[in-house]
């Protein structure tokens, strides 16, 4: 049985760091590029970051460039979120979404194949 599973998610003050994990069972990362989205109240599900199979080509949506991060260790089958200098904007539930084969960009949500459970993320004075 195939298993995402998010954490890292919590309650932070604007300018506050969190750091989300993804750790995948019952398949290999090593076939799967990996993404993160978020979902918002309200508002439709959006592409945050994405990671090819290989690490080596990564790709962020604008309004998180140079605050996030995404890695992935494929040993550990898991997959990274680094924020930093979080805005009231970024409050939303995290998933991490796993799909076969690479990637060139944030693909749309209906390409992958698997998904986490989700983890809120809330940012708030």
């Known amino acids: 049985q195939v298993q995402l599973v998010e954490s890292g998610g919590g309650l932070v003050q604007p300018g506050g760091s969190l750091r989300l994990s993804c750790v995948a069972s019952?398949?290999?990362?090593?076939?799967?590029?990996i993404a993160w989205f978020r979902q918002a109240p309200g508002k439709e599900r959006e592409g945050v970051s994405c990671?090819?199979?290989?690490?080596?080509?990564?790709y962020y949506r604008d309004s998180v460039k140079g605050r996030f991060t995404i890695s992935r260790d494929n040993v550990k089958n898991t997959v990274y979120l680094e924020m930093n200098s979080l805005e009231a904007e970024d409050t939303a539930v995290y998933y991490c979404?796993?799909?076969?084969?690479?990637?060139?960009?944030?693909?749309?949500?209906?390409?992958?194949?698997?998904w986490g459970q989700g983890t809120q993320v809330t940012v708030s004075s």
């Open positions: 990671i090819s199979k290989s690490g080596d080509s990564i």
């Open positions: 019952g398949l290999s990362l090593d076939y799967y590029a």
């Open positions: 979404a796993a799909k076969w084969g690479d990637v060139d960009g944030i693909w749309a949500s209906f390409h992958y194949d698997y």
